[in-house]
């Protein structure tokens, strides 16, 4: 169901929700105008949530949580970049990240990081990541502008 909305004001309703966690420091550099593209907004909905939740989840109990949210534009695409202070991606597992069925946690189907690489790709966009072990990962979101 694709349709023309603001990513901007999609991104700004899933750290809302997060909001009321006390544990959880969220700083958001959203671009100052509206981004719109032209996408399931319910799947681009369930994306972000998807990496915020997955970037609090991998935040050790010892330490505070931050979430960093920071866009720039490439080239008609807004780029939107989702890091967290968590544990990093171990190396050996690196390569099976997007896969489906793959989990690192106790509970859930591992089709999380999965369904958000075929929801971006869906949109004609990319996805991919970068991590340091013991510091934390970035997830890049590359979507299309609209016309």
């Not at 080239?75 to 896969?99: C, R, W």
Request: proline share 4%.
């Amino acid at each position: 169901n694709k349709e023309l909305f603001d990513l901007n004001e999609t991104l700004r309703n899933v750290l809302h929700l997060h909001a009321a966690n006390d544990k959880l420091e969220i700083v958001s550099q959203l671009l100052p105008h509206p981004m719109m593209v032209d996408a399931d907004k319910t799947h681009i909905n369930r994306l972000f949530t998807n990496l915020v939740l997955n970037g609090i989840q991998s935040v050790p109990d010892d330490r505070p949580i931050r979430i960093e949210v920071k866009q720039s534009l490439e080239d008609g695409f807004v780029l939107t970049k989702i890091t967290d202070n968590g544990h990093g991606i171990d190396e050996d597992i690196q390569s099976k990240i997007f896969a489906p069925n793959f989990t690192t946690k106790t509970s859930g189907t591992g089709l999380g990081l999965a369904m958000c690489k075929r929801i971006v790709e869906q949109a004609e966009g990319t996805i991919w990541f970068e991590t340091v072990q013991g510091d934390g990962t970035s997830f890049f979101v590359k979507l299309p502008l609209a016309d």
